[in-house]
């Protein structure tokens, strides 16, 4: 798909990965940037910085919200999933479950549903794509992170499947597995950490060469990858040794 005068719709752009996806998009072209996010006031800084963005009020939660910006935004051509939301807490040792319900209903469900609504408009498009931002969590589980990383896996299943449904009409899926990026989400996690930038040149190359599959963005990813690949169970069991700390 080629990006240029392409029309986009960036989930979480307020800050983070979802910015850096904005600009690069600004870079490559695209004609009209829906830039999302829960709080439209958090946006106002970026929707200084060019005309072509269109700001819009959305929690991928709340269903009402995703039916009217499918509505609003009823010329997208590329999706992009970056809304995330992680508690890094363990599966037993978080106070209670809130938390994970919230990773899923951000994580999984709000993919889910925003996929579903813009499914139509995206078929309306001679080209059309779909950006699922994922996790290398999808593939390893990390203790510390034992629930962000089941929503992420359940990410990664669902990405599967909606590219076999999607294939159909025509739209591209790409999921972006990435290991922690220089974010307000990635700061918890060790360093060294990647730039937005570097994940999101990865995901974008992906698109316009026409990759339909997952893409494993930045140098240091595709490392873990390979660790992955060579031993998955002795990466898991590395990545087990990373236990929630004690409150």
């Known amino acids: ?103 899923m209903e951000v994580n999984y469900f709000g993919t889910l549903s925003l996929t579903r609504a813009f499914a139509p408009v995206l078929a309306k498009s001679p080209e059309s794509s779909v950006i699922n931002m994922l996790s290398m969590l999808s593939l390893v589980s990390l203790p510390m992170a034992a629930t962000y990383s089941a929503s992420k896996a359940a990410g990664l299943s669902l990405t599967r499947s909606l590219r076999a449904e999607l294939g159909a009409q025509g739209t591209q899926v790409v999921g972006v597995l990435a290991v922690q990026t220089e974010t307000s989400m990635g700061a918890k996690l060790p360093e060294p950490r990647m730039t937005p930038q570097e994940v999101v040149t990865d995901a974008l190359d992906a698109i316009e060469s026409g990759v339909n599959d997952e893409v494993i963005a930045g140098e240091q990813s595709r490392g873990i990858h390979r660790a992955f690949v060579a031993d998955p169970k002795g990466l898991q069991a590395k990545m087990s040794t990373r236990l929630p700390q004690s409150r």
């Open 1 to 103: 798909m080629k990006l240029s005068n392409s029309i986009a719709l960036v989930t979480g752009a307020n800050r983070g990965i979802g910015q850096a996806y904005v600009a690069a998009l600004l870079e490559r072209g695209a004609s009209k940037i829906y830039v999302a996010a829960r709080d439209t006031a958090t946006l106002n800084d970026l929707l200084k910085t060019d005309r072509r963005l269109v700001p819009l009020p959305l929690d991928v939660t709340d269903p009402d919200q995703v039916a009217a910006a499918a509505s609003i935004a009823n010329d997208v051509t590329l999706l992009v999933n970056n809304a995330g939301f992680a508690a890094f807490e363990g599966a037993i040792s978080a106070p209670d479950m809130d938390d994970a319900r919230r990773e």
